[in-house]
């Protein structure tokens, strides 16, 4: 009875986002802990910060979090340090800085990640600018830890799995059809119109089932992706239910 409660109090948890929150909290702790320790950065924010914002649901929207944050920032940098370097005068360097990454960020690539390309790269214009190039390659370093535990975290720490949840939208969707046909049939009998035996809004029911299935599925399958939890038999188990539902 107790472990059917604990399972069922961390399910509650797992859907009100408990253990995205707990895998962001324990990558950023563990990026300051390492930037403290090891690289002695007194307060490594950025790295942190870096941790938080890549760690998503599932593993592979971590991953894609991250190589856009990551893009972005190098676009960031890869603009500034020439501008800050050769630009003159230094309002002219920083201007043509700014209109660039911000180009860059609207373009939509890097989705709301594109934030980082004109914020990295007036920071690293600053530093650059200010002749303090070692304070960039620590905020860089920073940064690229920040999303190594970021990633490690979202891959180790119980990454979410949304199998059952397809499944039961599956089964929703394959009563459903199957009630229908049964009406269906029946009008087919009586010779009478489709919506007089299932109801006038039948047709909407199964749209709006079927589009629940397959949003499920499509969850389930981005959860399964670059997890370590699911087995090879839960993946193929909605590979095949997906394919029904299509």
């Known amino acids: 009875m107790h472990r059917s409660r604990l399972s069922t ?16 909290t324990v990558a950023a702790g563990l990026t300051w802990q390492t930037c403290a320790r090891l690289l002695h950065i007194p307060d490594p924010y950025a790295g942190a910060v870096a941790a938080v914002l890549i760690v998503e649901t599932t593993v592979a929207a971590t991953v894609s979090a991250a190589t856009r944050y990551a893009a972005g920032c190098l676009m960031g940098v890869l603009l500034a340090v020439p501008g800050a370097l050769y630009a003159e005068p230094g309002m002219a360097g920083l201007a043509v800085v700014v209109f660039a990454s911000v180009l860059l960020a609207r373009h939509g690539f890097l989705g709301h990640h594109g934030l980082h390309v004109p ?12 002749r303090h190039p070692d304070e960039l390659a620590a905020h860089l370093a920073e940064m690229v830890l920040g999303l190594a535990f970021g990633l490690a975290c979202s891959v180790l720490l119980f990454p979410a799995v949304r199998v059952r949840s397809a499944e039961r939208a599956l089964e929703e969707l394959r009563l459903l059809v199957a009630r229908s046909l ?20 039948w047709e909407d029911d199964l749209g ?12 389930a399958h981005e959860s399964l992706r670059w997890n370590v939890r699911p087995t090879a038999g839960a993946a193929d188990g909605i590979w095949t239910t997906g394919c029904w539902a299509r």
Not at 9 to 24: K, N, P, S, V
Not at 182 to 201: K, S
């Open 9 to 24: 109090l961390l399910a509650r948890i797992g859907r009100a986002g408990g253990a995205e929150a707990a895998r962001a």
């Open 119 to 130: 914020t990295t790269a007036l920071i690293a214009f600053a530093l650059v600018r200010g």
């Open 182 to 201: 049964d009406g269906l049939a029946d009008a087919v009998v009586r010779q009478e119109r489709p919506r007089t035996v299932l109801g006038p809004a």
């Open 208 to 219: 709006r089932a079927l589009t629940r299935a397959r949003t499920a599925v499509g969850e």
